[in-house]
Nanobody, 130 residues
Framework: QVQLVESGGGLVQAGGSLRLSCAAS????????MAWFRQAPGKQREFAAA????????YYADSVKGRFTISADNAKNTVYLSITNLKPEDTAVYYC???????????????????????WGQGTQVTVSS
């Protein structure tokens, strides 16, 4: 059984940077896409970024483009989310998720859909102070 464990969250001042990690355990993990979602207090969980296993394709929510960078080290079964110029509105619990298989059609159409992911981590808290 695959387990995803996030780390790297914390309290950061606005304008600062963080790198979140998501480590997959349970043997060599081959996936179609890994993603980061986030859930701010009182809000629904939302898509932030995703990367395909090959690393050839990345996807970002419009709200994070230019500040979030997703990357993967498949040898380490780890996906990263680098965030720069943090803003108070980035305060949220950040979750990583894994989609096992390609679902057909245009990835940009299904990658942001939370319900299509097969595995989830427990989340890591990011708090940005102003």
């Amino acid at each position: 059984q695959v387990q995803l464990v996030e780390s790297g969250g914390g309290l950061v001042q606005a304008g600062g940077s963080l790198r979140l990690s998501c480590a997959a355990s349970g043997g060599t993990f081959i996936y179609y896409a890994m993603a980061w979602f986030r859930q701010a207090p009182g809000k629904q969980r939302e898509f932030a970024a995703a990367i395909t296993y090959s690393g050839s394709s990345t996807y970002y929510a419009d709200s994070v483009k230019g500040r979030f960078t997703i990357s993967a080290d498949n040898a380490k079964n780890t996906v990263y989310l680098s965030i720069t110029n943090l803003k108070p509105e980035d305060t949220a619990v950040y979750y990583c998720a894994a989609m096992k298989h390609y679902l057909g059609g245009q990835p940009k159409d299904f990658i942001p859909t939370m319900d299509l992911y097969d595995y989830w981590g427990q989340g890591t808290q990011v708090t940005v102070s102003s």
